[in-house]
C-alpha cells in the first residue's frame, strides 16, 4: 500500500508539472497560436482556453509551415532529393573517381515510442513515376536474385550474406530497422549520382570489378540495404548482373576507423563534451523539463534518457510519416505533444550543435575519431592517382560518420554535422588534362559536395593553396560561375604533417596517449 501511494504521488507530482509547464509555454508562444489548428477530423470546433489545455486534449499532425520547415528537412523526403553540384565542373579537367559517404535511409525509432503501430512507414513513390518505377526494378530484382542467383548474391553479399534487403513489411516502423521510405530515399540518390557521374566516369564502357567499385558498410542492415539500394540505381541493373566481380566489406565500426580507433584520449575527450552537453542543458532549465515532461509522453520509458537528440530522433517517426503527435491516458485525462513543444525540442538542439565548432573537446574528439577514415580515403586517392581506379568508394554510414569527417576537415555547415537521413557526402577527383600524357601528382585535385553544396572553400587548408579555378554550370543563375578545385597535395599535407599538431604530437599513437592531455 505504501509503495502504491509512493507511486502515485509521483505520478500526480508529474502531472502538476506538466500542467504548469503547459501553462508556461502557451504564455511564451501565445503569438503562435493562431498557426497551428486543430486537427481537421476533430470534433472539436472551439479551440481550449488555457486553463483547459491540460483537460481537453486530441492528438494532432505535425503541419508544414514556414516555423516547422526546417524540421521537415531532417526527413529529406526522395522529392527533396535533387541533383546539385554533383559532377557540374568544366574545363580542361577529367573525372578519375568518386568517393562518397551515406548516412542510411529513413528508419524506424531507436527507442520504444508510443503508438509505434499506428505509423505508416511505407513510402508512397506514385507522384514520381522515375523513382516508383525503379523501386518496382529494384523490388523484382532482389526476389529474383535470391531464387535464381543464390551464389553470385552470397559471393556479392559477403560477410551480409542472409541479410534481407527489403523490409519484411512495407508499413512497420520497427526499431532501428530501414523503412521502404528509406530505400526510396537511396534509390534516389543512386538516380542523382548516376545522372551526375555515369558517363563521365565511362561506367557505360566498362565491365565493373572489384578493383572499380568498392563498397563498405557497418554490420547493420539498415547501412548494408542503403548500400545495395544506392548502388543498383547508380550503376544500373546491367553492371549488377556482374554481382560476383564486386562485393561488400565490412567495418567493424561506424566511424570506419579500421585499424585506428582504439584511442583513451577520443574517450577523454568525449567524456568532456558529453559534460559540456549537459552543463549547456542545466542552462537552460525550461527545455530540461520540456524534455522531462515530453519524454513521458513520447517514450514507453522515459525514465531512461534526459537526451534531446533522443526526442528528436523518435520524434522523427511522426513527423517524417504523418502520423498524429503522440498521447497519453492520465487519470482519465489525455495528455498530447503539441507544435510548439516539437519546435522548441528541435530549435534547442540545433542551438547545440552550432556549439559544434566552439567546442575544443568535439572537435580533437571527432579529428580522432576521423583519422582512421580520412587515411582510408587519402589512400583511394593516391590509387585513383597512380591506377585510374577505384571509380567509386562508398561508405555506407551513419549520421556519426559523417559527423566527425566534416569536424576533422573543419567543415561546420549545418548540414554537414546534422547530417539527416539519407545524407550524402561527396568526394570527387579530378586531374588536370597536361599537353602529354604524363600526370605528376600536382595535376590531381578534389572537390566535396555535401547533399549537392560545394563546401570545398569551407575547408580550412583549402582556402589558401594554390587551387584549380574550373567553372561549373548554376542552374540558378545564367551563366557559369567559378568552382576552386583542391589540390590533392594539400589533404596528404595535412594528414602527414599538421594532423595532430592539436595534440602536440606527430602521430596517432602519441595523440591517443592519456598522459599528453592532462
Not at 501511494?5 to 502531472?15: G, I, T
Not at 538516380?191 to 561506367?203: E, P
Not at 509522453?297 to 526526442?311: G, S
Not at 566534416?406 to 561546420?412: D, E, R, Y
Given at each position: ?17 506538466y500542467v504548469i509547464l503547459t501553462v508556461w509555454i502557451f504564455l511564451l508562444v501565445a503569438g503562435m497560436y493562431k498557426y497551428i489548428g486543430v486537427d481537421e477530423n476533430s470534433s472539436i470546433q472551439n479551440r481550449p482556453s488555457s486553463s483547459e489545455l491540460s483537460i481537453k486534449e486530441f492528438p494532432r499532425n505535425f503541419k508544414v509551415d514556414l516555423k516547422t520547415k526546417k524540421i521537415f528537412r531532417f526527413c529529406n523526403t526522395p522529392n527533396d532529393i535533387i541533383q546539385g553540384n554533383e559532377g557540374k565542373v568544366d574545363g580542361n579537367v577529367t573525372l578519375g573517381g568518386v568517393i562518397i559517404l551515406t548516412r542510411h535511409g529513413d528508419r524506424g525509432p531507436l527507442a520504444h515510442v508510443r503508438n509505434i503501430s499506428t505509423v505508416n512507414c511505407a513510402g508512397d513513390f506514385s507522384n514520381n513515376p522515375e523513382l516508383d518505377a525503379i523501386y518496382q526494378n529494384y523490388q523484382n530484382f532482389i526476389q529474383n536474385v535470391t531464387l535464381y542467383s543464390r551464389s553470385a548474391w552470397a559471393q556479392f553479399l559477403g560477410p551480409f550474406h542472409g541479410f534481407p534487403m527489403l523490409p519484411s513489411n ?349
Open positions: 500500500m505504501f509503495i502504491e501511494m509512493v507511486r502515485l504521488s509521483y505520478q500526480h507530482r508529474a502531472f502538476y508539472c512495407s508499413r512497420d516502423c520497427k526499431l532501428g530497422q530501414l523503412t521502404t521510405l528509406g530505400v526510396g530515399q537511396l534509390l534516389k540518390i543512386g538516380l542523382v549520382l548516376r545522372n551526375a557521374y555515369y558517363h563521365r566516369l565511362n561506367l557505360a564502357n566498362s565491365t565493373l570489378t572489384s578493383k572499380d567499385v568498392i563498397v563498405f558498410s557497418t554490420r547493420y542492415r539498415r547501412t548494408v540495404q542503403s548500400a545495395v539500394a544506392l548502388l543498383y540505381a547508380f550503376i544500373g541493373n546491367e553492371n549488377f548482373q556482374n554481382l560476383a566481380k564486386i562485393s561488400l566489406k565490412e567495418s567493424q565500426s561506424y566511424a570506419f576507423c579500421y585499424s585506428d580507433c582504439a584511442c583513451a584520449a577520443a574517450d577523454k575527450y568525449s567524456k568532456i563534451n558529453s559534460k559540456e552537453i549537459t552543463n549547456h542543458l542545466k542552462s537552460h532549465p525550461a527545455v530540461s523539463d520540456l524534455i522531462k515532461q515530453a519524454s513521458s509522453i513520447i517514450l514507453e520509458m522515459p525514465e531512461q534518457t534526459t537526451n534531446p537528440n533522443t526526442l528528436v530522433d523518435s520524434l522523427l517517426t511522426y513527423v517524417c510519416h504523418n502520423a498524429p503527435l503522440p498521447c497519453m491516458d492520465f487519470d482519465s485525462q489525455r495528455l498530447c505533444v503539441k507544435t510548439e513543444h516539437v519546435t522548441g525540442i528541435f530549435a534547442y538542439t540545433e542551438w547545440e550543435a552550432r556549439q559544434h565548432g566552439k567546442s575544443q573537446a568535439r572537435r580533437r574528439h571527432g579529428l580522432l575519431r576521423a583519422y582512421g577514415l580520412l587515411r582510408n580515403i587519402v589512400n583511394h586517392m593516391l590509387r585513383i592517382i597512380s591506377e585510374g581506379r577505384p571509380k567509386i568508394v562508398l561508405y555506407s554510414g551513419h549520421d556519426r560518420t559523417l559527423e566527425y569527417l566534416s569536424t576533422a576537415l573543419g567543415i561546420f555547415a549545418d548540414h554537414a554535422i546534422l547530417p539527416h537521413y539519407a545524407s550524402r557526402f561527396i568526394i570527387e577527383i579530378y586531374k588536370i588534362n597536361p599537353k602529354n600524357e604524363n600526370h605528376v601528382a600536382s595535376d590531381f585535385y578534389f572537390r566535396i559536395i555535401v547533399n549537392g553544396k560545394d563546401l570545398t572553400q569551407k575547408i580550412p587548408f583549402c582556402k589558401n593553396v594554390n587551387f584549380y579555378s574550373a567553372t561549373f554550370i548554376d542552374d540558378n543563375v545564367r551563366g557559369k560561375k567559378e568552382s576552386k578545385l583542391c589540390p590533392i597535395e594539400a589533404i596528404i599535407r595535412l594528414l602527414h604533417d599538421d594532423y595532430f599538431v592539436p595534440f602536440n604530437a606527430t602521430n596517432f599513437k602519441d595523440a591517443c596517449s592519456n598522459h599528453k592531455h592532462n
